[in-house]
């Protein structure tokens, strides 16, 4: 199924209306862990054989199964051009958005069909299929104060910053509060008390920013037992970020600053 396909159908499509076939499809096996907490006492694993191009993204799947075989199956997805951030899961045993896998980046060697397996994301409680609740990391998210503190008087102008301050936290500005890193990190699967690496990320992008003034108390905040001292340098959050932001960097440097108390 290509993206255009995806698009007429999501206007015509629903269960029972004829599947599409693109020329040259593939038949791919999809494995969903399912599970209706309303209903279900175990989660279960379903398969569906799905036609597609090596071109399809695993949202395109996704929405094949949903329109075409199985309307119950339920999941996050917004825009689906891996800038909200809302359809993080585990393809394959990898975090990723599912928007922005491509099929043919999960077949086997010489491009032959395989099984591709979906789960929801580690360490957040499950609503529902795919969907996780993400409340506790929205919450740990809150808890950094990701805003900008400044007790100066208002300026009549805008705050000035050189490029080189600018270019301190740049990296950790294109966060999409995806979760991909907080959910692959082994520390917060075993304790979810632990912030976890988006947190500290969104932290890191005030701690370092010339404007802000708030610095000390995120530090403060980010020095509890539950904060970047749990982190053990794994890297797996790095790995993770569909945005290529150097996580595990970043939770370094938030610890530098409050070994040497300075920013
Ligand atoms: S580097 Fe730290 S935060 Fe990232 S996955 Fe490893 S333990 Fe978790
Ligand atoms: S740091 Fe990367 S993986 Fe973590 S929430 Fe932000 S965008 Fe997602
Ligand atoms: S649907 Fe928005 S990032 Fe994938």
Redesign the pocket.
Known sequence: MTASTAEQTSSSGSKGSEPPVPEGAITVTVKIRRFNTEFDDEPRWDSFEIPALPSDRVLNLLHYVKWYLDGTLTFRRSCAHGICGSDAMRINGVNRLACKVLLKDLLSAGGKPTTITIEPIKGLPVHKDLLVDMEPFFEAFRAVQPYLINYSPEPTRERLQSAADRERFDDTTKCILCAC?TT?????WTDGSYF??AAIVNAHRFIFDSRDEGAEERLDILSDKEGVWR????????DACPRGIQ??KA?QEVKRALLFKRV
């Open positions: 890193c692959s990190c082994p520390v917060y976890g690496p982190c053990r340098t794994t890297f797996n959050c790095t996580v595990t939770i």
